[in-house]
């Protein structure tokens, strides 16, 4: 469920008990369409983070510190020039919209304290963080919105500020004849969707939630509502406006049967009943806890996006050639006939007059000499007709020479993008992101960037785990982790993993000098096979083997390397490592 007015409401007042009179100390722009704001209120240092992402939208407090550009934004800078030191007066959430005002007041440019407010609008790609002035003019905005994207409502920077188009009712206001009037707007609309047009910040989930209580299917007609479930009906949907008014919230995610959230929200959602939950006290850990995993994945994909693209137009590339490679083999399979042609041509060259088509001779390269029917250009004497097979032949033999290497070259590189292809899918932060970007470009496939772009970078590490029986087990992120842990961390007895022909990480298990346990090698294959291409597979082959065993060619990409005496194990990888 996305985050519905309900949870918003709950999300203003946990803002509203705390940051109410508070001073904004430092404001952030981590990314694009995100910002928080440090602030200092009742004695205590609170972050609150504003979203405008048009996958996960929200305002919550948060505990996350987040890594920041190096340069900040315009609108952050912006935000800094007019928010800084300024005074919360109040937070509201306007007709119980998925809208978040922020009353700040400030000093403007000739030090005189003057209002703003700060707007986040929750509305999925439509979603923004508005700031205007006292007269309602626009500051700025994390999303500008011009004439030509959208002529019902500009946002730029000097335009005045309008709502977003409205026309709803707020449920909170609500009363018996306004709630008749608007399941009778529509006839033969279903009640459930009548309930979610009709209301502000009511989201499809809760208005079946409200249809359930009152004991009403949420796919019923409207004429098929009596006087007595139309009356229950009501009663209950103002019951639920009255625990909002009252602040009776109780904030919850709903587990899938895997044990990953599936859905929240800030009133009880009985349509829920029986599947595995967690509380808590705050909407706004809630939310937070809910998005992470989301948020994080989005996050990823939003930025190794033109990496994914590179990625799978060069694996294209490779598959073509393959095929162009695949078709030259099979014009020039038939080049020894060439040769022998031309041997036959040789040993019969007494035989041939010039200006003949073709000729019969025994075929002595064949038992029992069996006739041979060779065409002949007319135009070229017998032994330039003999040269000219012998040629075809030199040919084709040094194309399928030079073929080899290019088909050789050709599969690595496939194997390699494909390696890195898996890389960039498992990619948890900015520094796995820089590394991929780093080896691409030592590989060439991508332009080196200015030495001074991974400054704030902090370095990527290899994932840590610990068998259940206590053996250290690490885990390569991308090719030059790989390569690290393979050829300079990992020492001579350790064992080392990877899955049997598929491209993936790199797996150590230390050992330290004792002898490695049945369990260990089991689950470090559980984690080759999980951070591999055949993640979603079964009875995937995971090679092991001593590091001593595994070598790099001289010359070889990143993350490639070979090795013998080896083992295989066949495991089915599970849903997440722990």
Not at 145 to 158: H, N, T
Not at 358 to 364: A, G, L, P
Request: with cysteine.
């Amino acid at each position: 469920m996305p985050l519905d007015g309900v949870t918003v409401s709950a999300i203003v007042h946990e803002l509203r008990e705390k940051l109410l009179d508070g001073r904004i100390d430092k404001i952030y722009q981590p990314e694009n369409d995100e910002i928080i704001l440090q602030i200092r209120a009742k004695g205590a240092n609170h972050r609150l983070l504003m979203s405008a992402g048009s996958a996960q939208p929200r305002i919550h407090l948060t505990e996350r510190v987040k890594d920041n550009p190096m340069k900040p934004p315009q609108f952050c800078m912006v935000l800094r020039k007019r928010l800084s030191g300024g005074k919360i007066l109040d937070i509201i959430q306007p007709d119980f919209e998925r809208i978040v005002e922020m009353i700040i007041e400030s000093m403007n440019e000739m030090g005189d304290l003057s209002v703003k407010r700060l707007s986040v609008e929750i509305m999925g790609r439509h979603s923004n963080i508005i700031l205007t002035d006292s007269n309602g003019a626009i500051l700025d905005a994390a999303k500008h919105i011009s004439f030509d994207k959208s002529s019902v409502r500009q946002i730029l920077p000097g335009v005045r500020f309008t709502a977003p188009p409205g026309g709803k009712r707020d449920p909170l206001k609500e009363d018996k004849t306004g709630f008749d009037a608007a399941l009778s707007a529509a006839p033969g609309e279903k009640i459930q969707t009548l309930i979610f047009r009709a209301y502000n910040g009511l989201s499809p989930v809760m208005s079946s939630e409200i249809c359930e209580r009152a004991g009403v299917s949420p796919d019923s007609m409207r004429e098929q509502l009596n006087g007595a479930r139309a009356e229950n009906l009501f009663k209950v949907f103002s019951a639920c406006m009255e625990d909002i008014r009252e602040h009776k919230y109780v904030n919850m995610i709903y587990l899938d049967a895997s044990g990953k959230p599936k859905d929240f929200g800030s009133l009880p959602i009985t349509q829920y009943a029986g599947v595995s939950k967690i509380a808590f006290d705050s909407p706004s850990e809630m939310t937070e806890v809910f998005c992470r995993e989301r948020d994080a994945v989005y996050r990823m994909r939003q930025k190794t996006a033109d990496l994914r693209k590179l990625i799978q137009r060069n694996i294209e590339r490779c598959a073509k050639k393959a095929d162009i490679y695949m078709r030259t083999l099979e014009e020039i399979k038939d080049r020894e006939n060439d040769r022998i042609r031309g041997e036959l041509l040789t040993a019969n060259i007494y035989s041939i007059k010039k200006g003949m088509t073709s000729i019969t001779v025994q075929n002595f390269h064949e038992e029992g000499y069996p006739d041979a029917a060779i065409p002949l250009d007319p135009n070229l004497t017998p032994a330039e007709n003999a040269q000219a097979y012998f040629k075809k032949y030199g040919k084709a033999k040094r194309s399928y020479a030079a073929l080899q290497e290019q088909m050789r070259l050709n599969n690595e590189d496939m194997t390699y993008l494909e390696g890195v292809q898996n890389a960039v899918e498992a990619a948890a932060d900015e520094s796995d992101i820089a590394d991929i970007r780093d080896e691409l470009a030592e590989t060439g496939f991508i332009k080196k960037r200015a030495s001074n772009d991974r400054k704030k970078i902090k370095k990527s590490e290899p994932i840590k785990f610990i068998s259940s029986d206590g053996f250290n087990i690490y885990v390569g992120k991308n090719n030059k982790q790989n390569d690290e842990l393979t050829l300079r961390f990992a020492s001579f007895d350790d064992v080392w993993l990877h899955t049997k022909d598929i491209p993936g990480s790199h797996v150590i298990i230390k050992c330290d000098g004792a002898p490695v346990s049945d369990t260990a090698v089991r689950e470090a294959a559980q984690l080759a096979a999980y951070y591999s291409k055949a993640r979603q597979g079964s009875q995937v082959p995971v090679d092991y083997t001593l590091k001593k065993n595994v070598k790099k060619p001289r010359g070889a990409k990143p993350g490639m390397v070979i090795y013998e005496a080896n083992k295989t194990i066949y495991i089915t990888p599970e849903d997440e490592p722990r």
